[in-house]
């Protein structure tokens, strides 16, 4: 089993950065991809940013240039760099991880969610 902790969230102005944190414990080793995902009130819970366990980067189209997602393995730790935000960025913002076994998805893992809000 794997847990994942998101910490970093909050209020913040347009145009203001934000990084999120992702802390992922137990059994870690059969982590493959991780990702971060967003869920507006209403709305579905869509993908931010995916990070292979190859460092393939993938971003939503909103984002492209103004998030960046990382991985410190070492750590167990997956980040989102978020810069110049807006207010349509507000939403909780969860992690996301999965373990594959010959490139099939296995488990599915996910954290509590963190609130993002951005004022205009």
């Known amino acids: 089993q794997v847990h994942l902790v998101e910490s970093g969230g909050g209020l913040v102005q347009a145009g203001g950065s934000l990084r999120l944190s992702c802390a992922a414990s137990?059994?870690?080793?059969?982590?493959?991809?991780m990702g971060w995902y967003r869920q507006a009130p209403g709305m579905e819970r869509d993908l931010v940013a995916l990070?292979?366990?190859?460092?393939?980067?993938r971003y939503e189209d909103s984002v492209k240039g103004r998030f960046t997602i990382s991985r410190d393995k070492a750590k167990h730790t997956l980040y989102l760099q978020m810069d110049r935000l807006q207010p349509d960025d507000t939403a909780v913002y969860y992690c996301?991880?999965?373990?594959?076994?010959?490139?099939?998805?296995?488990?599915?893992?996910w954290g509590q969610g963190t609130q993002v809000t951005v004022s205009s």
């Open positions: 990070i292979t366990n190859e460092d393939v980067t």
């Open positions: 996301h991880a999965n373990y594959k076994l010959l490139g099939v998805t296995q488990e599915e893992y």
């Open positions: 137990g059994d870690t080793f059969v982590i493959n991809d």
